[in-house]
């Protein structure tokens, strides 16, 4: 196919001129075109390293918040699960929160340590009432003070669901309720060491 | 006038247009972005919107950038000159700002009117010192050659887009009718469409071209 086009040998001096003349401009706007394209590159090269760097430090920001919030103070400080064996026998309640502790079912055993709890912290306010209006009574006494035993084992456990369920607050308060009464923790060590850890 | 980026002196007219016509690619450069940054720094008026106002910057650039390398805007006893319609060279009190912001306001016109202007003496109202000027003749030791160039840009100027699309494209870039209408699509429907385009373009720039070489006694 014989297609038509331009060639310089061919045509008149006016048309050659012409075509120079064209070429000329043409030439110009590509090379302005050409500085705008690198004026609009340099405008996004920073884009270019920023982006990364700034989607990095995201990504940093969110691993280290999610380190934090996967690793329990009670892992960091090989606190061991508490099995409540000596205070089984004690009640149904405790044997029954033993036996969901060794089966892992720790949200059920929140449930029945805080009803526990109360029940016991209940009991021990009744205790110290009697103690007021009948004084000191020797069974009395050990009544009251087998059951601050029991309450402050079960208190330790509900530290340690707590804890378990990430609820750290509420840890906090309890394991300050819980060392009111150094004499009866037997965990007292920890327990310190967890208020300073929270 | 010198041109600045911020407060930072850098080149003066002179110099830019020395820089130009010896084809400094640095200076061409510069040239252009200085030249763009004060377009957008000071073009106060109504434009329809970027793209537009990208348009009438590139076109008045162009023009501007088009009349010094073909030496209508030329350096004459130390000072930037300027050759009129009638021929005439004369000292121009006006910085190329001036002149830049001048084509642009010429471009804008035309946009909205959408017709040509043929004639820019119109930059002479400008601030020009009459009392001060050399008048003299056509400039005698100027080469035909280069004022054949200057009317033959003035004409391609004063074409539409479209035809200076199209003969760029077949003339300069050495397309086929083919190949041009490939590239342009659906804007001519059938090749002769294309042809019978290209050739009244082209008629029409010769025609204005031959008038102009008969207006400064140039032969073709």
Sequence with gaps: ?198 | MEWRIGKKKEMSDLEVILGLQNRDRKTEEWFYRSAKRYFEEHFNEVFFDKDKRQEIFQSAFLKLWTEIDNRRIRIGKNQVCRQQQSGEVLPMKCSLTTFLMAFARTEYRELVRNTKEEYYDELYECDVDWSELTVSSIDRDEDDEEQKNRVVDECIGGLSPHCVEILTQFYFKGLSLDEIMTQRGEKNASKNGLKTAKNKCMNTLKERITIGFKKYNLII
Excluded at chain 1, 40 to 67: D, E, F
Excluded at chain 1, 152 to 177: C, M, P, V
């Design chain 1, 1 to 198: 196919m014989n297609e038509e086009r331009y060639l310089r040998q061919e045509a008149d001096p006016l048309t050659v001129r012409i075509a120079e003349r064209l070429g000329e401009r043409q030439q110009k706007l590509d090379r302005m075109a050409a500085w705008d394209q690198s004026e609009k590159a340099s405008r996004l090269r920073p884009l270019y390293w920023a982006a990364p760097l700034a989607a990095c430090l995201v990504a940093v920001v969110l691993i280290a918040v999610w380190v934090k919030q996967e690793t329990s103070p009670l892992d960091e400080l090989g606190i061991a699960c508490p099995e409540l064996t000596e205070y089984r026998a004690a009640s149904p309640e405790l044997d029954e929160i033993a036996g969901l502790l060794q089966n892992e079912e720790f949200d059920q055993a929140l449930k029945a340590t805080a009803a526990a709890l109360g029940e016991s912290d209940a009991l021990i306010k009744e205790y110290s009432e009697w103690n007021d209006y009948l004084g000191e009574d020797e069974d009395l006494v050990y009544s009251r003070n087998l059951e601050r035993t029991v309450n402050s084992e079960l208190r330790w456990t509900y530290i340690y669901l707590l804890l378990k369920k990430g609820q750290n607050r509420s840890a906090k308060k309890e394991i300050r309720k819980y060392l009111r009464y150094p004499e009866f923790c037997e965990h007292m060590e920890e327990a310190e060491q967890l208020l300073e850890k929270i």
